[in-house]
């Protein structure tokens, strides 16, 4: 920590957090500071502005987004949307089903705020011209993913970021891209300020009233997935990495905050030589009539557990060397290409997507000769390109085409709509891996949204939302509830700029 005197910031010293060279090239003033472009910060930016504050939205890389540019809808519960087409779910019913399936390792305070509030969010969106559509993901969640069908010809997550982007630019936000914030200003007890600096070189000292930091976690450091969330990060990937480091997290630990739980928005999938992310072939390994094996040739869950893709993140992530094998046959391409999904990824390739270019894949990555990928005409082929007890998956295979036959799983309880044997004469085994879309916590935060101390008080001037956010979900996200990473974030950003706005007066 250094003393550091800075003209023009204000006459009292403050306190700065950290090492860096203070050359102050420029000293700024505004109400309001934002660190993160994502949907928590623009909806925070847009929002503090509506209610007439002068806003500087600071954005680490050269484009506005974050993960959120990516993602395709928010969690909403008896919204409009919802009532319009006669949704059954109320909002007590989906709390206490939240509550009870994270085995109440969440904050039940903020988690029903913001069940009663997600609806009049997406209202809120709505009214900047976002126009929505509810869907479920699978058959097994309900209707709670109000997805972004328009925003000016723009869908999903990017239809969200332009929509508020338009309007942080007509309501004034200054946004400064490329231009990390790199440590907090302190003055006495309360934060004043942030330093940030561009990619010339450039340094910025901030002050303002309040901070909110949105910075969208960690899930781009490798060290930092092991460290703070225990997971290998070679076997448990961002899967679409934007140099995300938790520099909210580390910036508040900095200034007296707490650091919080941390978990990830995991999900299955695979990768390997000659396979494209959401190619058809990809999406196979999504799809819940394979059969699946870890590396002694042991089925290790119902297969049809794609379509929770979280928890099934977990169960390969479980087994011996962090990876398992997806098998299937020529029956299941044929079946795929000409019927269709019968999981989706998301909205990215929805249920029913017929997978036309599943054989090209095929081919494709079998002359690539890949490590992801193996064909054989025999059980006992397969388990040697993959490098399996060729006994166990012999007897594995037969086992499980009992059940096919008997439309029964007695082991995992497979659904039996799923229960299909593998008996053609061209077998395939596709590489099973976990991944993250994001990381998700590292701050701990009251009711209005400011950052705790290690004594469980606030830390006047800071908030924090979106990702950045401990104990909204437990240690496995629940994807039974679609949307609820950005749904938060989005309105977390809103409810923190509101508070931080009050706390001004
Ligand atoms: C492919 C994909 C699909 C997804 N689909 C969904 C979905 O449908 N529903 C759902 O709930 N979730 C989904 N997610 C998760 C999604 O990431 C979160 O729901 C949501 O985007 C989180 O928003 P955020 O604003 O907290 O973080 P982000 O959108 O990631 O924003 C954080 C921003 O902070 C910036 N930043 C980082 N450090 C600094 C710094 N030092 N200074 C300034 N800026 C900084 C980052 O560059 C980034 O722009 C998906 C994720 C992916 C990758």
Known sequence: MSQIKISGLCAAVVLCFGSHSFAADQNLNTDLIVVGAGSAGLSAAVQGAELGKKVILLEKNPYVGGNSQHAEGLFAVDSEWNRLRGDPLTRQEAYRQFIERQNHLVDPYKNKDFVEGSAENIEWLSKHGIEFEVIRETPLKDNTWHIIKNYKGVNHGAGLI??????????????????????LIKKDDKVVGVIAKDNKGNTYHISGKAVILASGSFGDDPKKVAEWGHRDPEAWKSSVPINKTGDGIVMAMKAGAERGPVSFIGHLGTEGKGIKFLSNLYGTSWQPFNLWVNR?????????????????????????????????????????????????????????????????????????????????????????????????????????????????????LKDRRYLVPIEGKKLYA????????????????????????????????????????????????????????????????????????????
């Open 296 to 412: 002694d040739g042991l089925r290790f869950t119902d297969e049809s557990q794609c379509n929770a893709f979280s928890e099934a993140a977990n169960a390969i992530y479980a087994q011996p060397g962090h990876y398992g094998w997806c098998i299937f046959d020529e029956n299941t391409v044929k079946y795929l290409m000409e019927k269709g999904a019968s999981s989706g990824i998301g909205v990215l390739v929805p249920i029913g997507t017929k997978y036309a270019n599943l054989q090209k894949d095929i081919d494709e990555a079998l002359a690539a000769d890949s490590d992801g990928f193996k064909s054989a005409s025999t059980v006992a082929g397969l388990a040697k390109a993959i490098n399996v007890p060729a006994a166990a998956l012999e007897k594995t295979v037969a086992e499980y085409n009992k059940n096919c036959e008997l439309q029964s799983d007695p082991m995992f």
């Open 162 to 183: 332009k929509g508020m982007k338009d309007a942080a630019d007509k309501l004034g936000v200054q946004t400064m891209l490329a231009t990390p914030a790199v440590d």
């Open 430 to 505: 596709l590489k099973l891996k976990s991944y993250f879309f994001s990381a998700y916590g590292g701050l701990i935060t009251n009711r209005d949204h400011q950052v705790l101390d290690k004594d469980s008080r606030p830390i006047k001037g800071l908030y924090a939302a979106g990702l950045e956010v401990s104990n909204m979900v437990g240690p496995t996200y629940p994807d039974f509830f679609s949307g609820h990473a950005f749904g938060f974030a989005s309105y977390s950003g809103r409810h923190a700029a509101i508070n931080a706005v009050k706390e001004m007066k």
